[in-house]
């Protein structure tokens, strides 16, 4: 099976541009997330998608991150403006079912704001 | 709330010798755990998972874990590493049902 695609790989912007990561989870998953992982430290949910309805988004900083899942299949996460701390990977992954089942992850998208 | 911390930052270790990458757990209820391995560059990757049964699980690439509820440990194992081990191995739990929560990470070096 195809695995969890995220783009770009890399991106490198300047403080206060904003920024979209593009994630297309595996076919027939129905939770999406979204993780944050900052150098030297494990991966931090930001929020989780089941279909296309919100679950938990209670450590996104929505005045400034704001996500979406149209359709219940691909999601997008937004930054704007973007801050130096929000340099990082952003990890997406998808689970068949919440709970027992594994998340699969994508490569991930480096972000560097300078 | 449920909290994991993984003792160990780095571990080196030489190849074909036992490894042990220690994780232990915060948690009132049941709970599911789980042992993710992140080469680099890469995304996390499953090794092995703990939802209930015997408390010795086995994975993928020769790793073993095994759950203690009474130490509130998930410690991993492996009885001889290769090179091709060397990555960052996260431990995660969540309560049934809930949020994922990953440790810090341990990065495992194996030298020749």
């Known amino acids: 099976e195809a695995g969890v695609a995220q783009s770009p790989r890399y991106k490198i912007i300047e403080k206060r541009q904003s920024v979209a990561f593009w994630c297309n989870p595996i076919?027939?998953?129905?939770?999406l997330y979204w993780y944050q992982q900052i150098l030297g430290q494990g991966p931090k949910l930001l929020i989780q998608?089941?279909?296309?309805?919100?679950?938990?988004d209670s450590q996104l900083p929505k005045d400034r991150f704001s996500a979406e899942r149209l359709k219940g299949v691909d999601s997008t996460l937004k930054i704007q403006p973007a801050k130096l701390e929000d340099s990082a990977v952003y990890l997406c992954?998808?689970?068949?079912?919440?709970?027992?089942?594994?998340?699969?992850f994508g490569n991930g998208t480096r972000l560097t704001v300078t | 709330a449920q909290s994991v911390t993984q003792l160990d930052s780095q571990v080196p270790v030489f190849e074909e010798a036992p490894v042990e990458l220690r994780c232990n757990y915060s948690?009132?209820?049941?709970?599911?755990l789980f042992w993710y391995v992140q080469y680099p560059n890469q995304g996390l990757q499953l090794l092995l998972k703990y939802l209930s049964g015997s408390t010795l699980v086995k994975g993928i690439n020769g790793f073993e874990a095994e759950f203690n509820k009474s130490q509130t440990s998930f410690h991993l194992r492996k009885p001889s590493v290769h090179i091709s081990d060397t990555a960052e191995y996260f431990c995660a739990v969540s309560h049934q049902g809930g949020k994922l929560i990953f440790g810090q990470g341990t990065e495992l070096s194996v030298k020749p």
């Open positions: 992954a998808s689970s068949f079912r919440h709970g027992q089942s594994p998340l699969h």
């Open positions: 076919s027939g998953h129905a939770t």
């Open positions: 948690s009132s209820v049941s709970v599911y």
């Open positions: 998608f089941q279909n296309n309805g919100v679950v938990d």
